[in-house]
């Protein structure tokens, strides 16, 4: 009995771990010697028991294995489990149990009440309130039934789980009862509404957009609707939707003249400025994909990501150039020195259609670095069909319109940036950017926000922490994301007054 639950147990792991290598802890009486067995004392040792419940095995082999394994274990049930640790569990975690976070217990033994003249003397259920394990197990035989019970952390999982684990466990033993042949990977635990509720419900999140269509065509598109709209704004310059589309066509002529190739890697290593977001739509513009550099960066670093993406080319300003040594050619854009650029072109002409080869959606539009915390940097591609389906679905989430001034708070190296720049480019509202001075000031921040009439900011728990902004009537909405958004930091919002009923605070945790 104990081995045919235990294989169940074992099978309810699986499913919900989906790991077939299996490690589960069981208490042993610890009196195998029968000089010990009226011994009054504490002889109980912990048994850590392995198993494979791979899914091409039926139960009936794998309860075969069950039983191998549990009789080999507990011929050894003498030795000390606190040694068995000391010789397999190198590191151990002080936070953790060692070798094993679940445990199975099957009590067979009555608990006798016991009576002596004018005293009786009964178990009393004190109830537990603290779970040794993440998850335990426990069945005690009484009279012709089993009765079970599942101690969990509440840390680690809702009642209502919990209760979804019963059932599931109570399922498979009646699968498994009806048919032990059956294969465990066979074994559905899943009841069919629960099914189609994870199958159909929980997945209904398809949503149209334009996914073969690429990011600086969908900004071209805007420009038609809006070319009078503020697109961007930076301390004392605006650029309308119309200027920003000529520079940034400008200079992916320039790129393209220079023999830019299609979908090649463009690093840019600007400062936050006008001249930035420009560089990032010339760059696609001119079919190829940018590597977002921060100029704060260490030299040694900004090398090795030019040379680890095989970037062709490096837009810049002549200052920064100094910074780096690129082998390959600079092409420099100048607030106030622009020679590289044609200005004398009216309107550029249009670039040459994106080769067969290079399919919108699954084109390149930007490389980003890991910080290499852990080692090297590591590269990771983003195609336009990515950025082009969180664009869309974070404007129908936020109700992004052109009324909207959206904060540009991220570096561009980092990917919260992305959506900043284009639910804004791609909607016909205002990006506001905002230079290191004011974000470094909390209160020269809180001022700006308040003279750039923002609507919309997405900014990190920590930076959050630090605002107060509650005079602010025309902020519709906080996005705090990027790290664990502590619920005081919600209600510290919410003290502010009546000013929050304006805005929702939202986090989001990535």
Not at 226 to 239: K, R, Y
């Amino acid at each position: 009995l104990y081995m045919s639950i235990f294989s169940v147990f074992c099978i309810l792991l699986v499913k919900l771990t989906q790991q077939d290598d299996l490690i589960v802890g069981t208490p042993a009486a610890g009196r195998g010697h029968k000089e010990i067995e009226g011994i009054i004392g504490m002889f109980i040792n912990t048994l850590a028991i392995r198993t494979n419940p791979q899914k091409n095995r039926t139960f009936e082999a794998f309860l075969k294995e069950v039983k191998d394994n549990t009789l080999k274990a507990f011929e050894n049930q003498d030795y000390p489990f606190e040694e068995l640790v000391e010789k397999v569990a190198v590191n151990r975690d002080a936070g953790r149990n060692p070798l094993f976070d679940i445990m199975f217990v099957m009590q067979n033994m009555d608990i006798p009440e016991i009576e002596i003249p004018g005293l009786k003397l009964a178990p009393y259920n004190h109830g537990v309130e603290i779970s040794k394990f993440d998850l335990t197990l426990m069945g005690i035989e009484k009279e012709e039934k089993i009765l079970f019970g599942l101690e969990y952390s509440t840390n680690l999982f809702k009642k209502a789980t919990i209760e979804r684990f019963i059932s599931y466990f109570k399922k498979i033993v009646t699968i498994t009862a009806a048919n032990p042949d059956i294969k465990i990977g066979e074994v559905e635990i899943l009841e069919e509404e629960e099914k189609r509720q994870v199958l159909y419900e929980f997945n209904d999140t398809a949503a149209r957009y334009p996914k073969n269509k690429t990011l600086h065509e969908l900004f071209e598109e805007q420009v038609q609707r809006t070319p009078d709209n503020i697109a961007l704004i930076f301390v004392d310059q605006e650029l309308t939707y119309r200027e920003l589309d000529k520079n940034a066509a400008q200079l992916a002529q320039l790129l393209h003249s220079k023999g830019m190739k299609t979908q090649a890697i463009v690093g840019i290593l600007l400062e936050r400025s006008i001249q930035m977001i420009t560089g990032i739509l010339a760059i696609l513009k001119g079919r190829g994909a940018y590597l977002p550099i921060d100029p704060a960066y260490p030299g040694d670093r900004i090398k090795f990501m030019l040379a680890d993406s095989a970037s062709e080319f490096l837009v810049t300003t002549r200052d920064l150039t100094n910074k780096i040594k690129f082998e390959r050619e600079s092409i420099c854009i100048c607030i106030s020195d622009t020679p590289d650029l044609p200005s004398n072109i009216p309107h550029p002409p249009p670039l040459p259609p994106m080769h067969p080869s290079f399919p919108a959606g699954t084109s390149l539009a930007y490389v980003i670095y890991t910080s290499g915390s852990t080692g090297r940097p590591k590269g990771v591609l983003i195609e336009h069909g990515a950025v082009v389906n969180l664009a869309y679905s974070q404007k129908e989430r936020f109700n992004i319109n052109e009324e909207d001034h959206i904060l540009q708070f991220s570096t561009i190296c980092f990917d919260a940036s992305v959506e900043q720049i284009f639910i804004t480019l791609l909607t016909g509202a205002v990006l506001v950017l905002l230079d290191k001075n004011t974000l470094l000031d909390t209160s020269l921040f809180e001022e700006y926000i308040t003279s750039r009439a923002i609507t919309h900011l997405h900014a990190v728990p920590t930076f959050l922490n630090t605002l107060k902004l509650k005079d602010n009537k025309i902020l519709k909405r906080i996005i705090s994301g990027g790290d664990v958004c502590p619920v005081s930091l919600v209600k510290k919002w919410k003290q502010y007054g009546d000013w929050i009923s304006y805005c929702t605070v939202r986090s989001e945790h990535k």
